[in-house]
Protein backbone atom coordinates (compact mmCIF):
# COMPACT_ATOMS: atom_id res chain seq x y z
CA UNK A 1 0.00 0.00 0.00
CA UNK A 2 1.05 3.04 -1.45
CA UNK A 3 0.73 6.50 0.11
CA UNK A 4 -1.79 7.29 -3.16
CA UNK A 5 -4.13 4.74 -1.37
CA UNK A 6 -4.34 6.44 1.68
CA UNK A 7 -6.99 9.36 2.15
CA UNK A 8 -7.43 12.31 4.19
CA UNK A 9 -10.54 11.84 6.67
CA UNK A 10 -12.98 14.70 6.10
CA UNK A 11 -16.19 12.46 6.70
CA UNK A 12 -16.37 11.98 10.69
CA UNK A 13 -20.38 12.45 11.09
CA UNK A 14 -20.92 9.64 9.41
CA UNK A 15 -18.29 7.78 11.59
CA UNK A 16 -19.88 8.83 14.84
CA UNK A 17 -23.64 8.19 13.63
CA UNK A 18 -23.00 5.03 13.96
CA UNK A 19 -26.55 4.47 15.14
CA UNK A 20 -27.69 4.16 11.44
CA UNK A 21 -26.22 0.83 11.30
CA UNK A 22 -26.02 -0.39 14.86
CA UNK A 23 -28.96 -3.30 13.90
CA UNK A 24 -25.94 -6.25 13.57
CA UNK A 25 -23.08 -4.42 16.13
CA UNK A 26 -21.88 -5.35 18.91
CA UNK A 27 -21.67 -9.59 18.17
CA UNK A 28 -23.42 -11.47 20.91
CA UNK A 29 -23.15 -14.80 21.95
CA UNK A 30 -26.65 -15.76 23.75
CA UNK A 31 -26.76 -19.51 25.52
CA UNK A 32 -27.94 -21.26 28.73
CA UNK A 33 -26.66 -22.58 31.83
CA UNK A 34 -29.00 -25.00 33.96
CA UNK A 35 -30.16 -22.18 35.90
CA UNK A 36 -29.21 -19.16 33.68
CA UNK A 37 -29.38 -17.60 30.74
CA UNK A 38 -26.18 -15.21 29.57
CA UNK A 39 -25.05 -12.71 27.06
CA UNK A 40 -21.64 -11.73 25.88
CA UNK A 41 -21.50 -9.08 24.27
CA UNK A 42 -18.18 -8.01 22.46
CA UNK A 43 -17.16 -4.59 22.43
CA UNK A 44 -13.65 -3.27 23.35
CA UNK A 45 -12.57 -0.15 25.45
CA UNK A 46 -15.49 0.31 27.53
CA UNK A 47 -16.35 0.99 31.14
CA UNK A 48 -19.54 -0.24 33.16
CA UNK A 49 -21.40 3.36 33.10
CA UNK A 50 -21.44 3.33 29.73
CA UNK A 51 -23.56 0.55 29.23
CA UNK A 52 -27.42 0.79 29.59
CA UNK A 53 -28.88 -2.50 30.40
CA UNK A 54 -32.91 -3.50 30.66
CA UNK A 55 -35.75 -5.49 30.20
CA UNK A 56 -38.36 -3.52 27.33
CA UNK A 57 -41.60 -5.53 26.47
CA UNK A 58 -39.84 -9.05 27.20
CA UNK A 59 -36.45 -7.94 24.99
CA UNK A 60 -33.30 -7.54 26.92
CA UNK A 61 -31.88 -4.07 25.73
CA UNK A 62 -27.96 -3.33 25.79
CA UNK A 63 -27.61 -0.11 24.67
CA UNK A 64 -24.51 2.95 24.65
CA UNK A 65 -22.33 4.72 23.13
CA UNK A 66 -18.30 4.10 22.30
CA UNK A 67 -16.20 7.11 21.69
CA UNK A 68 -13.31 6.81 19.30
CA UNK A 69 -9.95 6.18 20.24
CA UNK A 70 -8.48 9.74 21.46
CA UNK A 71 -5.04 9.87 19.11
CA UNK A 72 -3.21 13.49 18.97
CA UNK A 73 -2.28 14.60 15.47
CA UNK A 74 -4.16 12.35 13.11
CA UNK A 75 -3.04 12.96 9.46
CA UNK A 76 -4.20 10.39 7.34
CA UNK A 77 -6.38 7.66 7.40
CA UNK A 78 -5.36 4.06 5.08
CA UNK A 79 -7.77 1.70 6.84
CA UNK A 80 -11.38 2.23 8.44
CA UNK A 81 -13.09 -0.83 10.26
CA UNK A 82 -13.60 -0.59 13.58
CA UNK A 83 -16.96 0.64 14.65
CA UNK A 84 -18.09 3.77 17.22
CA UNK A 85 -20.29 5.73 18.17
CA UNK A 86 -24.28 4.64 19.35
CA UNK A 87 -24.96 0.93 19.18
CA UNK A 88 -27.85 -1.29 20.85
CA UNK A 89 -28.59 -5.02 20.69
CA UNK A 90 -31.69 -6.62 21.58
CA UNK A 91 -32.76 -10.21 22.41
CA UNK A 92 -36.45 -11.88 23.18
CA UNK A 93 -36.07 -13.36 26.29
CA UNK A 94 -37.50 -17.08 26.80
CA UNK A 95 -41.13 -16.88 28.44
CA UNK A 96 -39.19 -18.71 32.09
CA UNK A 97 -36.23 -16.19 31.88
CA UNK A 98 -36.42 -14.12 34.86
CA UNK A 99 -35.51 -10.22 34.21
CA UNK A 100 -36.16 -9.37 38.10
CA UNK A 101 -31.99 -9.55 38.68
CA UNK A 102 -29.54 -8.88 36.11
CA UNK A 103 -26.27 -9.24 36.85
CA UNK A 104 -23.49 -7.47 34.73
CA UNK A 105 -19.96 -7.34 34.37
CA UNK A 106 -17.17 -6.07 32.19
CA UNK A 107 -13.87 -7.50 31.46
CA UNK A 108 -10.96 -7.33 28.78
CA UNK A 109 -13.55 -6.33 25.73
CA UNK A 110 -16.60 -8.55 26.75
CA UNK A 111 -19.81 -7.34 28.68
CA UNK A 112 -21.20 -10.50 30.50
CA UNK A 113 -25.22 -10.01 31.50
CA UNK A 114 -26.60 -12.71 33.54
CA UNK A 115 -30.16 -13.44 33.98
CA UNK A 116 -32.20 -16.43 36.39
CA UNK A 117 -34.31 -18.51 35.36
CA UNK A 118 -37.82 -20.07 36.73
CA UNK A 119 -37.98 -23.52 37.78
CA UNK A 120 -39.85 -25.25 34.39
CA UNK A 121 -40.36 -28.74 33.68
CA UNK A 122 -39.39 -30.46 29.78
CA UNK A 123 -36.75 -29.76 27.72
CA UNK A 124 -35.50 -26.36 26.87
CA UNK A 125 -35.27 -26.39 22.58
CA UNK A 126 -32.20 -25.82 21.66
CA UNK A 127 -32.31 -23.48 18.62
CA UNK A 128 -29.01 -24.05 17.62
CA UNK A 129 -28.02 -27.35 18.33
CA UNK A 130 -27.83 -28.51 14.62
CA UNK A 131 -26.01 -25.37 13.75
CA UNK A 132 -23.14 -25.76 16.02
CA UNK A 133 -23.27 -29.58 15.25
CA UNK A 134 -22.74 -28.63 11.22
CA UNK A 135 -19.92 -26.03 12.52
CA UNK A 136 -17.87 -28.51 14.70
CA UNK A 137 -18.17 -30.92 11.59
CA UNK A 138 -16.91 -28.15 9.32
CA UNK A 139 -14.01 -27.19 11.68
CA UNK A 140 -12.83 -31.09 11.36
CA UNK A 141 -13.15 -31.06 8.06
CA UNK A 142 -10.70 -28.20 7.66
CA UNK A 143 -8.43 -29.84 10.16
CA UNK A 144 -8.03 -32.72 8.38
CA UNK A 145 -7.39 -31.18 5.03
CA UNK A 146 -5.40 -28.92 6.57
CA UNK A 147 -6.72 -25.63 5.67
CA UNK A 148 -6.68 -22.44 7.14
CA UNK A 149 -9.63 -21.50 8.58
CA UNK A 150 -8.51 -18.00 10.04
CA UNK A 151 -11.19 -15.08 10.95
CA UNK A 152 -10.47 -11.19 10.68
CA UNK A 153 -10.52 -8.44 13.30
CA UNK A 154 -11.46 -5.32 12.55
CA UNK A 155 -8.24 -2.42 12.30
CA UNK A 156 -7.95 0.76 11.59
CA UNK A 157 -4.59 2.14 10.40
CA UNK A 158 -3.48 5.68 9.80
CA UNK A 159 -0.57 8.09 10.66
CA UNK A 160 0.79 11.13 12.54
CA UNK A 161 3.20 13.03 11.85
CA UNK A 162 5.77 10.50 12.67
CA UNK A 163 4.00 7.10 13.70
CA UNK A 164 1.78 4.72 11.71
CA UNK A 165 -0.43 3.52 13.85
CA UNK A 166 -2.70 -0.08 13.64
CA UNK A 167 -5.52 -0.37 16.22
CA UNK A 168 -6.76 -3.92 16.61
CA UNK A 169 -10.33 -4.26 18.37
CA UNK A 170 -10.28 -8.44 19.50
CA UNK A 171 -11.23 -8.33 23.40
CA UNK A 172 -10.47 -11.65 25.46
CA UNK A 173 -6.35 -11.49 24.78
CA UNK A 174 -3.11 -10.67 26.24
CA UNK A 175 -0.24 -8.88 24.90
CA UNK A 176 1.46 -11.91 24.66
CA UNK A 177 -0.78 -13.66 22.58
CA UNK A 178 -0.06 -11.96 19.82
CA UNK A 179 2.51 -12.74 16.49
CA UNK A 180 3.42 -9.38 15.14
CA UNK A 181 5.75 -9.53 12.14
CA UNK A 182 7.13 -7.45 9.27
CA UNK A 183 8.53 -9.34 5.69
CA UNK A 184 8.82 -7.62 2.62
CA UNK A 185 6.63 -4.47 3.72
CA UNK A 186 3.91 -6.47 4.77
CA UNK A 187 2.60 -6.15 8.54
CA UNK A 188 1.22 -9.90 10.12
CA UNK A 189 -0.91 -9.80 12.97
CA UNK A 190 -1.67 -13.20 14.14
CA UNK A 191 -2.79 -15.47 16.54
CA UNK A 192 -5.78 -17.23 18.33
CA UNK A 193 -8.53 -17.41 20.54
CA UNK A 194 -10.16 -19.39 22.57
CA UNK A 195 -13.96 -19.72 23.05
CA UNK A 196 -15.66 -18.17 25.46
CA UNK A 197 -15.39 -20.40 28.49
CA UNK A 198 -19.18 -21.93 29.31
CA UNK A 199 -20.55 -22.88 32.27
CA UNK A 200 -21.96 -26.30 32.92
CA UNK A 201 -24.55 -27.46 30.47
CA UNK A 202 -25.46 -24.99 27.98
CA UNK A 203 -27.70 -24.53 24.70
CA UNK A 204 -27.20 -21.74 23.04
CA UNK A 205 -29.73 -18.86 21.01
CA UNK A 206 -27.28 -17.04 19.36
CA UNK A 207 -23.33 -17.39 18.36
CA UNK A 208 -21.94 -14.22 16.68
CA UNK A 209 -18.50 -14.25 18.25
CA UNK A 210 -15.50 -15.20 16.21
CA UNK A 211 -13.04 -17.53 18.38
CA UNK A 212 -10.12 -19.77 16.57
CA UNK A 213 -6.90 -18.56 14.70
CA UNK A 214 -6.88 -15.10 13.48
CA UNK A 215 -5.04 -13.32 10.44
CA UNK A 216 -3.92 -9.96 9.61
CA UNK A 217 -1.68 -9.08 6.75
CA UNK A 218 -1.31 -4.98 5.34
CA UNK A 219 1.27 -3.63 3.14
CA UNK A 220 3.43 -0.85 4.61
CA UNK A 221 4.39 2.19 2.79
CA UNK A 222 7.85 2.81 2.23
CA UNK A 223 8.60 5.37 4.22
CA UNK A 224 7.51 3.56 7.81
CA UNK A 225 10.65 2.36 9.69
CA UNK A 226 10.03 -1.45 9.73
CA UNK A 227 12.36 -2.02 13.02
CA UNK A 228 11.28 -1.25 16.49
CA UNK A 229 7.51 -2.48 16.29
CA UNK A 230 5.72 -0.92 19.75
CA UNK A 231 2.59 -3.20 20.52
CA UNK A 232 0.55 -2.46 23.93
CA UNK A 233 -2.65 -4.47 25.09
CA UNK A 234 -5.69 -2.84 27.07
CA UNK A 235 -9.47 -3.71 26.98
CA UNK A 236 -10.08 -5.46 23.85
CA UNK A 237 -7.65 -2.84 21.67
CA UNK A 238 -4.62 -4.23 20.35
CA UNK A 239 -2.16 -1.07 19.36
CA UNK A 240 0.76 -1.25 16.96
CA UNK A 241 2.62 1.71 16.56
CA UNK A 242 5.95 2.22 14.01
CA UNK A 243 7.74 5.44 13.40
CA UNK A 244 7.98 7.12 9.96
CA UNK A 245 11.91 7.75 8.27
CA UNK A 246 13.17 10.73 8.53
Known sequence: MGDENSFEWSMRRFREGGDLLFDRWP?????????????VCEIAG???PGFQIAVEDDDLT???????????????YHCYE????????RFRLPEYVSAERIK??????????????????????????????IQEGMNLLFDQLGLERWWRP???????????????EIAGMHEDDFEIAIKSNELTISGE?????????????????????FLRKF???EYVNTHGIKATYQNGFLKVKLSKST
Open 27 to 39: AIDVYETDNSLIV
Open 46 to 48: MKM
Open 62 to 76: IRGVRNEIPIESKTT
Open 82 to 89: IDYGFFER
Open 104 to 133: TTYQNGFLKVRLSKKAISGEIPNFYREIRR
Open 154 to 168: PIDMYETNDSLIIIC
Open 193 to 213: RDGIPIEGKMTYHCMEIDSGP
Open 219 to 221: GIP
